[in-house]
């Protein structure tokens, strides 16, 4: 017999930490969990165990990350499910409905106005289909290439071959990736690395973008702060365009070896100040032999389309979307709206 | 009801068919399906759907447990308590 409980992050913290550790071994949880489970600043999370009655053991868990957004010129709260683990003698779907069914929970009882889960591949979506439930948008990866000896290396199958066209190659590169994207910033942006703390400007910024038939993070000083300053795991770069002064927009790196991913990209006229951002990280990266850059945003987006102007190329779908509301609620409503966009980065994919 | 036997047989066909990993390293009644890594979540909705199909019965979420579709034998047993309540 199986059974849904609520996960106590006291009493249950070492039960939690095993089951995360036995099935997605490639995070250290424990590292991550007073971070990502009790500190998050749009609230703390929400987490299910579920137990074999015989052995009165959690032989599965699921968890809800709180996330402010902005939904049609509104902050809201919403839940990212992550930390789905199943132990693999229970992977009969049974005990990930049950879990995915209590993730449900929390906007049922009007805590959050929805939940989303981004499955990475098909395996991913087993529960919704069994619910009956559709993806409400696609998150694609788009990469720029900034050097081409990697490129050439999968393409030639020689690392020599690679090296010496990379070499020939990649100031054609530099010359391609510069000229319309320079014009497109005006050169009127003053770019800077920027090192600090999040502060009450990053929070002014926020306000002033608007949500218009948008879905959105919140990107207050502090949500910024905890999501890239107080992670961890992982060290962020942040580069910010202003003029005057006066923030108009930023850009959140990641790097991964020899690639950068573009986590964030956020600010007014970002189809100016987007490229600008680019093509600055673009300069300062690839004089670190950084490969290519990647993004993430759905496609026909107005984030998309600065990728795009930006030198990115659109790949492969790399997860979707899938989110739940309450039937008959106001956001159940407004979700289906055929003109609302997803204005997703891979920072609203990371949990 | 259909023979135990035959139902069995009808499930190994389904799941050599459908699933690589079976075929591959070949599956007796009682070797683990799930902990093995054959069926995966996705590949049980495949499952689900070939039973209810081939064998006229309904699974309900909460049939969905790991003793059901564990093992084929488990399977075949899961599908002929269901017959004995009017399907089959």
Redo the contacts between chains.
């Keep these: 017999m199986?059974q849904v409980r609520a996960v106590d992050f006291d009493a249950d913290k070492p039960q939690l930490l095993e089951i995360l550790q036995r099935n997605l071994p490639d995070l250290p949880h424990a590292q991550r969990f007073d971070w990502i489970y009790r500190r998050n600043a749009a609230g703390p999370a929400w987490a299910w165990f579920v137990v074999d009655s015989a052995s009165k053991k959690a032989v599965a868990a699921a968890s809800v990350f709180s996330r402010a957004i902005w939904i049609d010129n509104t902050v809201k709260l919403c839940g990212q499910v992550g930390d789905f683990a199943v132990d693999?003698?229970?992977?009969?779907?049974?005990?990930?409905?049950i879990l995915q069914k209590a993730t449900f929970q929390p906007v049922d009882e009007g805590q959050l106005v929805f939940c989303y889960d981004c499955p990475p591949h098909?395996?991913g979506?087993?529960?919704f289909?069994?619910l009956g439930m559709e993806p409400n948008t696609e998150i694609h990866r788009y990469t720029r290439l900034l050097r081409l000896e990697k490129w050439l290396g999968k393409k030639s199958g020689s690392s020599a071959v690679a090296a010496i066209g990379g070499a020939a190659a990649n100031p054609l590169l530099r010359v391609a990736s510069s000229g319309p994207r320079s014009k497109a910033a005006d050169g009127k942006y003053e770019l800077n690395y920027f090192e600090d703390r999040f502060g009450e400007e990053f929070s002014l910024l926020d306000k002033q973008v608007p949500s218009t038939d948008t879905i959105r993070s919140r990107r207050g000083a502090e949500n910024l702060n905890w999501r890239y300053r107080d992670d961890p795991l992982h060290q962020y770069q942040v580069i910010t365009a202003r003029r005057n002064g006066a923030l108009e927009a930023f850009i959140i790196l990641l790097k991964s070896d020899d690639e950068v991913y573009v986590v964030d990209l956020f600010g007014s006229d970002l189809d100016k100040s987007g490229p600008a951002l680019i093509d600055a990280a673009a300069y300062h990266q690839r004089k670190q032999k950084i490969q290519a850059f990647h993004a993430f945003s759905p496609p026909g987006t107005p984030m998309s389309a600065t990728l795009e102007k930006a030198g990115f190329r659109q790949r492969e779908a790399s997860a979707r979307v899938v989110a739940y509301t309450k039937p008959g609620s106001e956001t159940n409503l407004l979700l289906r709206r055929d003109t609302l966009k997803w204005s997703f980065t891979r920072a609203d994919l990371m949990v | 009801m259909v023979d135990t036997q035959v139902l069995t047989d009808r499930l190994k066909d389904f799941v050599y068919k459908k699933f690589p990993l079976a075929k591959k390293q070949g599956v007796k009644n009682s070797d683990p399906l799930l902990d093995s890594g054959i069926i995966d979540s996705l590949g049980i909705l495949d499952l689900v759907t070939f039973i209810e199909k081939e064998f006229g019965v309904h699974v309900s979420d909460e049939e969905l447990l790991p003793e059901n579709f564990q093992t084929l034998d488990a399977l075949a047993a899961f599908i002929q308590q269901k017959g004995s309540n009017g399907a089959c």
Aim: zero cysteines; charged letters at 30%; glycine letters at 6%.
């Design positions: 199986l693999a003698p229970y992977r009969s779907l049974g005990p990930a409905l098909d395996r979506m087993s529960t289909r069994r």
